[in-house]
T-cell receptor, first 113, second 114 residues
Framework: DVKVTQSSRYLVKRTGEKVFLECVQD?????MFWYRQDPGLGLRLIYF???????EKGDIPEGYSVSREKKERFSLILESASTNQTSMYLC????????????FGPGTRLTVL | KQEVTQIPAALSVPEGENLVLNCSFT??????LQWFRQDPGKGLTSLLL?????REQTSGRLNASLDKSSGRSTLYIAASQPGDSATYLC?????????????FGGGTRLMVKP
């Protein structure tokens, strides 16, 4: 059974803190993605990675960075958290190739106070 | 740039009704289209994936169709149940110049009343 896990379901941080969101997949997928989801704005792509140590900016990369040191793990980093980064963060993975199905993690609800 | 629209944004139906959710996309050069279900506060669960060469996919009471030429996909839910209440999202998968791969619609929030 395919599986994408995220390190935390709920997270509360203070403004200015450095925040790490971890995503792990056990499907040996090449491509991994980070989205944020906000009411009225839908899902927006932050960053994605198509291989180890490779990363590409999505639609809204400002204020975020990512790390992909191992194939199964894709980390989203908020260098200095701000209140406008309060959101639901969703990680996804997809195998190489154009016909791949995306699998999502359970999401992390981040609140920045 | 690909744009994906879902209509209606919200829908409330009595239990037992058959219903159709609509998804339209502006760029027909897609590799596939995927339908997801999302329960409140939860992640996305994949329901159906239609490859660009396919016209429909079925899983239980769900049937999804794809018409690339008109830029439309529909999700048909037969004999709806209260447990079907959730937000349904469609997403078109393609690679554009920016490298972005998946574009989501805004979702349809479905409520099935007992």
């Amino acid at each position: 059974d395919v599986k994408v896990t995220q390190s935390s379901r709920y997270l509360v941080k203070r403004t200015g803190e450095k925040v790490f969101l971890e995503c792990v997949q056990d499907m040996d997928h090449e491509n991994m993605f980070w989205y944020r989801q906000d009411p009225g704005l839908g899902l927006r792509l932050i960053y994605f990675s198509y291989d180890v140590k490779m990363k590409e900016k999505g639609d809204i990369p400002e204020g975020y960075s990512v790390s992909r040191e191992k194939k199964e793990r894709f980390s989203l980093i908020l260098e200095s958290a701000s209140t406008n980064q309060t959101s639901m963060y969703l990680c996804a993975s997809i195998p190489l190739g154009s016909g791949g199905e995306q699998f999502f993690g359970p999401g992390t609800r981040l609140t920045v106070l | 740039k690909q744009e994906v629209t879902q209509i209606p944004a919200a829908l409330s139906v009595p239990e037992g009704e058959n219903l159709v959710l609509n998804c339209s996309f502006t760029d027909s050069a897609i590799y596939n289209l995927q339908w997801f279900r999302q329960d409140p506060g939860k992640g996305l669960t994949s329901l159906l994936l239609i490859q660009s060469s396919q016209r429909e996919q079925t899983s239980g009471r769900l049937n999804a169709s794809l018409d690339k030429s008109s830029g439309r996909s529909t999700l048909y839910i037969a004999a709806s149940q209260p447990g079907d209440s959730a937000t349904y999202l469609c997403a078109a998968y393609a690679v554009d110049n920016a490298g972005n791969m998946l574009t989501f619609g805004g979702g349809t929030r479905l409520m099935v009343k007992p």
